[in-house]
T-cell receptor
Framework: SAVISQKPSRDICQRGTSLTIQCQVD?????MFWYRQQPGQSLTLIAT?????????ESGFVIDKFPISRPNLTFSTLTVSNMSPEDSSIYLC?????????????FGPGTRLTVL | GQQLNQSPQSMFIQEGEDVSMNCTSS?????WLWYKQEPGEGPVLLIA?????ELTSNGRLTAQFGITRKDSFLNISASIPSDVGIYFC????????????FGTGTRLQVTL
């Protein structure tokens, strides 16, 4: 499976600031996603990162708050803007390998964000 | 958004015991995936199921895709301390461009 890395692995930020999280994959992948995992909770999809075009956001998530870039097939960034303590979560990127029926999704190690 | 219901929410078992957990949904999925997440890590894919009724094993793990396509179970045989973690099911519908809907999770603790 693809090797996925994220930077930073964790950060502590002040409210009102912004943080950009990077996701790097060691091979070209067709689909990349960003998820949020609030403390003690399950994973919730934020958006699909589309290569060369605007990301597709899920209900409850907007581009102004979570701008996403995907300049190529191996890299994506998620920015958490104007942070508040409610944004404290683990942010995970994931990639899909395979095409057609067999589409297995793999996750990066996550970025643990604490907002004070 | 929609979530899949997992049960039990948590389990405390002794080393060597077998474990069973399940996942149910009000919607049909074409694919069911089971992940394990350890503290400070991202979820790791354990088993993927693609056909209704399919039974698949991966070492001590066995998972089945329910025939109604609305449920799945995961069994772990002869548990060991490294099985500790949170187990998530996830459903995928072919028409949703690989997007996953995650279950609520089952936290497993193994005592010696």
């Amino acid at each position: 499976s693809a090797v996925i890395s994220q930077k930073p692995s964790r950060d502590i930020c002040q409210r009102g600031t912004s943080l950009t999280i990077q996701c790097q994959v060691d091979s070209q992948v067709t689909m990349m996603f960003w998820y949020r995992q609030q403390p003690g909770q399950s994973l919730t999809l934020i958006a699909t990162a589309n290569q060369g075009s605007e990301a597709t956001y899920e209900s409850g998530f907007v581009i102004d708050k979570f701008p996403i870039s995907r300049p190529n097939l191996t890299f994506s960034t998620l920015t958490v803007s104007n942070m508040s303590p409610e944004d404290s979560s683990i942010y995970l990127c994931s990639v899909v390998e395979g095409t057609g029926i067999v589409n297995e999704q793999f996750f990066g190690p996550g970025t643990r964000l604490t907002v004070l | 958004g929609q979530q899949l219901n997992q049960s039990p929410q948590s389990m405390f078992i002794q080393e060597g015991e077998d474990v069973s957990m399940n996942c149910t949904s009000s919607s049909i999925f074409n694919t069911w995936l089971w992940y394990k997440q350890e503290p400070g890590e991202g979820p790791v894919l354990l088993i993927a199921l693609y056909k209704a009724g399919e039974l698949t094993s991966n070492g001590r793990l066995t998972a089945q895709f329910g025939i109604t396509r609305k449920d799945s179970f995961l069994n772990i045989s002869a548990s060991i301390p490294s099985d500790v973690g949170i187990y998530f099911c996830a459903g995928q519908w072919t028409g949703t461009a690989s997007k996953l809907t995650f279950g609520t999770g089952t936290r497993l603790q193994v005592t010696l």
